[in-house]
């Protein structure tokens, strides 16, 4: 761990100071781990140590002036820099050493950064002793990336088009941070980012993209209005019938985690079926009641949560109720509305907490000028899934 007695960067200078050849894999580098560690580098470089680097691109994190600075001493010494060449997330974070009669390999948490070799609360474990397996082992890993062309020998080109998208994505990355702060700390809000995905979701002509969204949407909550007012019938046998007619329900829902519970909640197929009449007979209730009828019959139906509930409120008046599930809570808080609990549960929403938050869904919806909620709730999972295939 870095502390004030032994830090990462005073392990890896102690490394290149007896190192014959050395190995680096990190997920991302930055010029601040320069002033720690380029002299002692140059110094093993000048005296004939041999060197291999391989630095992620991942999320645009690694700076560009530190490529260029490593990419220049390739070209003077025995040193070999690649990069990252895929779309799998570049991700480990390895120095390891060789001398004539012992190795050492540190595996742990700490990127090339100040903060990973001095400042963050990091942690690794550093493997030190004669036996050569473990170097032998991160090596075979090495020339393996290199194989299948998971990392590719760095280039003045190559470094200097990733440059050009990391100045995109820093720009982003602080015009992002500028707006967060200044909606925490002044306590407004600020659709700009939601209409900077909106736009870009408009583009996108893929099965994900807005106007795919909206016909398949369409017609999901017809036939989920259907499907519900079909449940809300009583039919003989319709309880021991309960289940494919709840999975057929559910298809229709763009809520994740439904199908994992289904099975808990066909354990209570009279209660389900009792809630579903009770809220088709009521229509519309302001979103505080409608909760209320719908969480007093799902407070006994284990696997029955606010996900499912708020699915069910949506597809019986999709300008009225707002889906609320962690995506949506997420959208709403990107901009600036916040007070919801990130996952939430039975326990931890009421009927008040909901009826401000659909008008508060309401309220970005008219913004963004989208037709309804259900539009709205297509954008906050375009938002959430996007981001999440980019970990």
């Known amino acids: 761990m870095n502390g004030e007695q032994r830090t990462h960067g005073d392990a890896v200078v102690n490394l290149l100071r007896r190192a014959h050849h050395f190995e680096c894999m990190v997920a991302f580098a930055k010029g601040s781990a320069l002033p720690e560690l380029l002299a002692p580098l140059e110094q093993a470089l000048n005296r004939g140590m041999t060197a291999r680097f391989a630095i992620g691109l991942s999320f645009h994190l690694t700076e560009p002036g530190l490529l260029r600075k490593l990419f220049d ?38 990127n090339l950064t100040a903060g990973g070799l001095c400042d963050n609360h990091e942690a690794s474990v550093l493997i030190d002793g004669q036996d050569t397996t473990l170097f032998s082992e991160v090596h075979a890993h090495f020339d393996a990336l290199i194989a299948e062309r998971s990392i ?40 700009a980012v939601l209409a900077d995905k909106l736009a870009e979701m408009k583009r996108d002509d893929t099965r994900d993209g807005f106007a795919a969204q909206q016909v398949l949407r369409k017609a999901n909550l017809q036939q989920a209005r259907r499907q519900i007012q079909s449940l809300a019938t009583p039919v003989k046998g319709g309880a021991r019938n309960f289940l494919p007619r709840y999975e057929a329900l559910i298809d229709l829902f763009h809520s994740g985690g439904l199908h994992r519970a289904k099975t808990r909640v066909a354990r209570e197929p009279g209660r389900f079926l009792a809630a579903v009449a009770d809220i088709a007979a009521r229509p519309r209730l302001a979103p505080a009641e409608a909760f209320g009828v719908l969480h007093a019959h799902f407070e006994n139906i284990t696997g029955a949560g606010i996900n499912l509930l708020t699915e069910i409120l949506h597809a019986l008046d999709n300008k009225r109720y707002a889906v609320m599930n962690q995506n949506a809570v997420t959208g709403l808080a990107v901009a600036g509305f916040d007070g919801y609990p990130q996952h939430p549960t039975k326990g931890n929403v009421d009927g008040e907490l909901y009826e401000r938050y659909c008008h508060q869904a309401r309220s970005v919806q008219r913004e963004l000028g989208l037709a309804n909620l259900t539009e709205l709730d297509a954008l906050f999972n375009y938002m959430y899934w996007q981001d999440e295939s980019e970990v």
Request: aromatic fraction near 8%.
């Open 73 to 110: 001493l390739s070209k003077r010494y025995a040193m070999q820099l690649y990069l990252s060449n895929d779309d799998a997330t570049f991700h480990p974070k390895i120095y390891a050493a060789r001398t004539p009669k012992r190795c050492t390999v540190i595996v742990g948490s700490a």
């Open 152 to 191: 590719v020998l760095a280039t003045r080109k190559r470094i200097e088009d990733y440059a050009a998208e990391f100045a995109i994505h820093d720009a982003w990355r602080k015009m992002a941070k500028r707006r967060a702060d200044r909606v925490s700390r002044d306590d407004v809000q600020d659709l």
